[in-house]
């Protein structure tokens, strides 16, 4: 599975609508996610919302340029590969 798939299913890899929207409703709820409680909503410039991924992204999703995983033989098209490397330790819990 490619990062991308990865990250895009850490909530839920759920396609059911209805699932998805009580999961939506079930992470609104605790006060900590109330609106008056994050502050990162007090923009509402896409722009800055970009530029805010962009810099968490490589901190966190690529860590901090570290290796996640490398292909067996170095080879970079992971199509080619018959096992793709684990995640590192902590990763999931991360993410």
Not at 12 to 23: P, Q, Y
Request: net charge negative; with cysteine.
């Amino acid at each position: 599975m490619d990062l991308q798939r990865f990250w895009d299913g850490v909530i839920t890899s759920s396609s059911n609508l209805t699932r998805l929207r009580n999961e939506a409703s079930a992470l609104r709820d605790p006060l900590e996610f109330q609106r008056s409680q994050l502050t990162e909503l007090a923009s509402t410039e896409f722009e800055s919302w970009t530029k805010e991924s962009f810099e968490i992204a490589p901190k966190i999703a690529y860590r901090n340029g570290a290796p996640i995983g490398i292909p067996k033989g170095g080879n970079m098209d992971c199509a080619m590969v018959a096992a793709a490397p684990v995640l590192p330790v902590g990763y999931v819990v991360s993410a």
